[in-house]
């Protein structure tokens, strides 16, 4: 009898647990299936607005996610405008333009590359090391070498502008490995603030195909005047971008280093399959950062871009000033202004 009594027990939680797994999981679409209205793109920054054109071309005739996200990161990628991504990105304190990035599919596969010198298009290498090695990063000399023999072409990411901009920082900046002196642009103000606007930045791009797969990619020349050998959040899965198919897609920007410590995109997804829309997951995270470093958090940038299964998107960062781009059938490429924890103004 007191067997039975308690496998009564035992059977009476497992029906209420599995209830309430069904309430959560029944908010998420199954695999392949979309709930929403039609394809989507949603970019990090101002800069996402162009990057979204291109990944439009190929969502809006029915084109796989994939490579929407890699014909979108390209578009600031070759930009030598952009000091924040590829051709033309700040360099390290030594003068070397290192390129971190990484890219996923719908079917949890990733690459990425990181402190990869010599060629603009760092994403579509991701691209190739996920699809063409059996690894998941390669890095430096070796990602540079992997790049050429799948045909890159090696050339000098090192603008005139930036070169220039990197010659007037050493003037003004001791040359050693003191911490934080990578962030002195110009003189510490809230514009220059570590992993701000100016320095330094990242494309995270998301998109949400008519198949209803997601897939995402993530690209920078990273922290301006950083030391040389420095790589960031953006070319490790979990940190700079993660996906889901079954849940949705996260991407960041902002400091590496503080969402590398937390793990951040695999957060917000892992928020979002607990049932929370993409804006409270992103939320959560970066509450995260607050709650262990309250004064560091108060110094820095750091956000989250989101998209779930039903292309529902949201964000929130650090502090305001990060904005976002998204591009549906409904919303024709619009600029967003993220949601921010402290009201400092990076801009």
């Given amino acids: 009898m007191q067997n039975r ?22 908010r998420i679409p199954s695999p392949g299936v979309s709930a929403s209205a039609g394809p989507l793109v ?11 054109i291109a990944a439009w071309k190929i969502l809006s005739q ?53 402190c990869l010198e010599h060629i603009v298009h760092a994403v579509s290498v991701a691209r190739a090391v996920m699809e ?22 090696k050339e000098n990411l090192l603008t005139p502008k930036s070169r220039k901009d990197w010659k007037k920082w050493l003037k003004t900046s001791q040359y050693q490995p003191i911490i934080n002196i990578e962030n002195k642009l110009g003189g510490r103000d809230t514009a220059n603030m570590p992993g701000g606007k100016h320095n330094h930045d990242t494309i995270g791009i998301l998109a949400l195909d008519s198949r209803g797969n997601l897939s995402g990619a993530c690209t920078t020349s990273g922290l301006a005047f950083k030391m040389h050998g420095r790589v960031g959040d953006s070319p490790i899965l979990g940190d700079g971008l ?21 793990v951040g995109t695999s957060v917000v997804v892992e928020m979002m399959r607990q049932g929370h829309s993409p804006e409270e997951a992103c939320r959560i995270a970066i509450e995260r950062v607050i709650k262990k470093w309250p004064d560091w958090a108060k110094q820095i940038q750091l956000g989250y871009l989101a998209v779930n299964r039903h292309g529902e998107t949201g964000a929130w ?3 305001r000033g990060f904005n976002y781009a998204v591009y549906s059938n409904a919303i024709p490429n619009k600029l967003f202004d993220c949601k921010s924890s402290f009201e400092t103004s990076i801009q």
């Fill in 132 to 153: 063409k090695t059996p690894h998941v990063l390669l890095v430096g000399e070796g990602a540079l070498q992997f790049a050429l023999s799948q045909g890159f072409k």
């Fill in 5 to 26: 009594r308690k496998f009564l027990q035992t059977a009476a939680w497992g029906t209420a647990i599995l209830s309430m797994n069904k309430s959560v999981l029944a």
């Fill in 242 to 262: 993660y996906v889901d198919n079954e849940v949705g897609a996260a991407t960041s920007t902002g400091l590496g280093e503080a969402n590398m410590k937390i």
């Fill in 42 to 52: 949603v970019s990090t920054w101002d800069f996402g607005v162009p990057a979204n």
């Fill in 317 to 319: 960062c650090l502090q």
């Fill in 62 to 114: 029915g084109g796989r996610a994939l490579d929407a996200v890699e014909a979108g990161a390209r578009v600031p990628e070759a930009d030598p405008n952009n000091q924040s991504v590829g051709l033309g990105g700040l360099p390290d304190r030594d003068g070397h333009v290192t390129l971190d990035a990484c890219i996923m599919d719908e079917h949890g596969n990733g690459g990425g590359v990181g």
